[in-house]
């Protein structure tokens, strides 16, 4: 193959776990056994996953190998800045406690598969649910090809650098194997796959935060190797008082918009009642606390005096030359995994978006169930691909920016479906509107920035507010809905009929007490 140097033994124990992976995959398909030609059995898990399961799922689904791939490496570029994403995912827990186990239950009552199918229900718009659908899949896209990333990152490490035709073999080789099972068992795959993913996930930072600092002197060396060479890079080790704006509003707006991401929506209506999605709100922190340590790698990189221009480089090298060959093959494994888990469960969010929400509703309405499914399906081999294609073929950076976009684009679905999970009095076409602009003033301000960053000036007021564009945008985004909201109705604009009652959203006992005569 042209590979130089391979690292055997990281290899072998790498191959194996890949394959046991391999293998749970396509198990899957008899686990939890259920019509798999049927879109809520393949898309969904026919909603059957209990809490542990559930746990693993959502983990697995979060925390991608991008983020432990891209979390350590910003750290180790700019400094605490990088930590952003540690209180953005403890404030993703207690929002989820109260959004999710309500949208699990209207999804339920009427069997939504999708965040445009609650949204054309309640808001009895096509033009609406089409709008969140395309963002869903457009803002997934990029993210599905960054998850390549990561295991582009541990081939090489592991000495696969080979060049021409035979360079991106092992990764096509990956994603066909993942295709494969994919197609085969639908969310079930990604949920039993998930649960070793974790448990490396886990064991791999365990040994890490032991073993390395270790290694190195001690946090105290770590701490202070660093600050020197972050002042060296203009980045800090402690946050300074000027990015205290930025990082609290990229922290809120990150958690909103992560709950709105079309996977993260599937992988919660996979779970089997409200009360399993409200358990893992209280549970999933544990993942915070690893992501913690994990944002640590960052700072001990430095400290190993590890030199790259590559960030996706920066943990695989910090773990080759600080762990024995042997357990680098389990770290890059857990990186490997962590890249499929998420990957399979983002492409069948956009199938599913894809085959209910564009082929049935503008195609072909009289599909059935067993259509749906058979077509997302193929939508789902067609998006990998396409990831697969574009960080083959295109440049990185475009790839980056595109995630950049994803993140600033699905927070605009907000008003739709988070605020309509409480209210039907915005309106339809404000809602749309205020879609439009919110993408459009988001885009503009990321390329603005040439797409370096998502944190925005804004100046008002004749102040200058650091933020995140995401936030700027959403805002301007909900005045908007709220203001031609107030004058479309005061004006009487048709507006539609909900097809949802108030009973829909609450507990089933809840429900079945207000529905009882006093």
């Not at 919660?268 to 358990?279: H, N, P, Y």
Request: some cysteine; glycine content about 8%.
């Amino acid at each position: 193959m042209g590979v130089i140097e391979i690292k055997w033994q990281a290899f072998v124990i790498f191959l194996i776990l890949f394959l046991l992976v391999t293998v749970l995959g396509f198990y899957a398909a008899r686990w939890k056994r259920g019509d798999l030609d049927l879109l809520d059995e393949w898309g969904l898990g026919g909603r059957r996953f209990g809490t542990v399961i559930t746990w693993f799922l959502l983990g697995g689904d979060l925390y991608t190998a991008y983020t432990f791939i891209a979390v350590p490496a910003l750290v180790y570029g700019v400094g605490a800045f990088g930590f952003f994403a540690v209180p953005y995912t403890i404030v993703l827990y207690p929002i989820m406690f109260v959004v999710m186990p309500r949208l699990w239950r209207v999804c339920k009552v009427h069997s939504f598969v999708t965040p445009s199918d609650f949204v054309k229900a309640r808001f009895d718009s096509r033009s609406m649910s089409l709008a969140v659908a395309i963002t869903g899949i457009l803002a997934t896209m990029p993210y599905i090809a960054l998850q390549l990333v990561g295991i582009q990152a541990v081939l090489v490490a592991m000495g696969f650098t080979s060049t021409g035709a035979l360079k991106d073999l092992p990764l096509f080789v990956a994603f066909a194997i993942l295709a494969a099972y994919t197609y085969t068992s639908g969310l079930r795959a990604p949920a039993l796959t998930a649960v070793v993913k974790d448990i490396l996930i886990y064991a791999t930072v365990i040994v890490a935060v032991i073993v390395i600092p270790a290694k190195l002197g001690g946090f105290t060396h770590i701490f202070a190797v660093s600050k020197t060479a972050l002042i060296a890079k203009k980045g800090s080790l402690i946050l300074t008082p000027k990015l205290y704006g930025a990082f609290a509003s990229i922290a809120l707006g990150s958690a909103f918009a992560l709950l709105l991401y079309p996977h993260v929506i599937t992988g919660t209506l996979g779970a089997k009642s409200g009360r399993t999605i409200e358990r893992n709100a209280a549970l999933l922190p544990l993942y915070s606390v690893a992501l913690a340590l994990l944002a640590l790698l960052g700072y001990m990189a430095i400290a190993a005096g590890i030199k790259t221009s590559v960030s996706s480089e920066v943990v695989p090298l910090l773990l080759i030359k600080t762990l024995p060959e042997w357990f680098v093959g389990i770290a890059f494994a857990a990186i490997a995994i962590g890249a499929l888990v998420p990957a399979a469960i983002m492409s069948i969010a956009a199938a599913n978006l894809f085959s209910r929400n564009i082929y049935k509703d503008f195609f072909k309405p009289e599909a059935t169930t067993q259509d749906e499914a058979r077509v997302a399906k193929i939508v789902s081999l067609i998006v990998k691909l396409g990831a697969l294609l574009f960080v083959v073929i295109i440049p990185l950076k475009y790839a980056i920016y595109l995630q950049t976009l994803g993140g600033i684009w699905i927070l605009q679905t907000g008003p739709a479906i988070i605020g309509g999970l409480w209210t039907r009095w915005f309106h339809k076409k404000a809602l749309l509107i205020g879609w439009a602009v919110g993408m459009a003033w988001g885009t503009y301000m990321a390329y603005t920035l040439k797409f370096a960053s998502s944190t925005y000036p804004l100046h008002i007021f004749g102040r200058t507010e650091l933020g995140y564009a995401a936030v700027w945008a959403v805002i301007a985004n909900l005045i908007l809905v709220v203001v031609l909201s107030a004058i479309f109705n005061a004006a009487k604009l048709p507006n539609g009929v909900d097809k949802t009652s108030a009973s829909d959203y609450l507990p089933q006992d809840q429900a079945s007490t207000e529905l009882q005569p006093n």
